[in-house]
């Protein structure tokens, strides 16, 4: 079974950057892409950029250009998502989420990093 | 690009069916077959349970379906039950620009 096992809780300052992780397990890392999704509290999701761990190439969500940084390591399975910049807005559940075999849609997901951001 | 419009709030009486609307633009939901949903219990991560418009992950139940027409795509549980209770979000592809969109999401109680 595809598992996906995300860092823990951050608290950041304005200004700051944040780096989480996202582990996965139980398939071949590099044979789908990865999303990240993020859920600010009491909103719905919200699609951030996507990187594809064969190559490093990366999409990003326009909103997020300039901020966020999507690598992965190939050799422990691990994909990691950078946010420079932060603000309070920013504070929001942050995950990671497999393609779908099928395309179009994200099949398994981490369990989630909040991300808080506060002075 | 904006989020794909959802009612705030659906409910239905046990083994009664319920259908969520999800409406977006010819930008997204219009052009692509690419819309799935998610299920989402409070602090958890959400769960496929609809892709490409129509068809079912191994897993899911057969209560849950999903159609779509034009710039509208629609989520329906039959026979629903208090475990279905939850927030429910659709997603769509919005092409190699913006790539994807989610819902506002519904809540769904079970009366």
């Known amino acids: 079974q595809v598992q996906l096992v995300q860092s823990g809780a951050e608290v950041k300052k304005p200004g700051a950057s944040v780096k989480v992780s996202c582990k996965v397990s139980?398939?071949?890392?590099?044979?789908?892409?990865m999303h990240w999704v993020r859920q600010a509290p009491g909103q719905g999701p919200e699609w951030m950029g996507r990187i594809n761990p064969n190559t490093g190439g990366t999409n990003y969500a326009q909103k997020f250009e300039g901020r966020v940084t999507m690598t992965r390591d190939t050799s422990t399975s691990t994909a990691y998502m950078e946010l420079s910049t932060l603000r309070p807005d920013d504070t929001a559940v942050y995950y990671c989420?497999?393609?779908?075999?099928?395309?179009?849609?994200?099949?398994?997901w981490g369990q989630g990093t909040l991300v808080t951001v506060s002075s | 690009q904006s989020a794909l419009t959802q009612p705030a709030s659906v409910s239905g009486s046990p083994g009664q069916s319920i259908s969520i609307s999800c409406t977006g633009t010819s930008r997204n939901v219009g052009s692509y077959n690419l819309v799935s949903w998610y299920q989402q219990f409070p602090g958890k991560a959400p769960k496929l349970m609809i892709y490409e418009a129509t068809k079912r992950p191994s897993g899911v139940s057969s209560r849950f379906s999903g159609s779509k027409s034009g710039n509208t795509a629609s989520l329906t549980i039959s026979g629903l039950q208090a475990e279905d209770e939850a927030e429910y979000y659709c997603?769509?592809?919005?092409?190699?620009?913006?790539?994807?969109?989610f819902g506002t999401g519904t809540k769904v109680t079970v009366l």
């Open positions: 997603c769509a592809y919005a092409g190699s620009k913006t790539f994807y969109v």
């Open positions: 139980g398939d071949t890392f590099t044979g789908n892409y």
């Open positions: 989420a497999r393609d779908a075999d099928e395309g179009g849609c994200f099949d398994f």
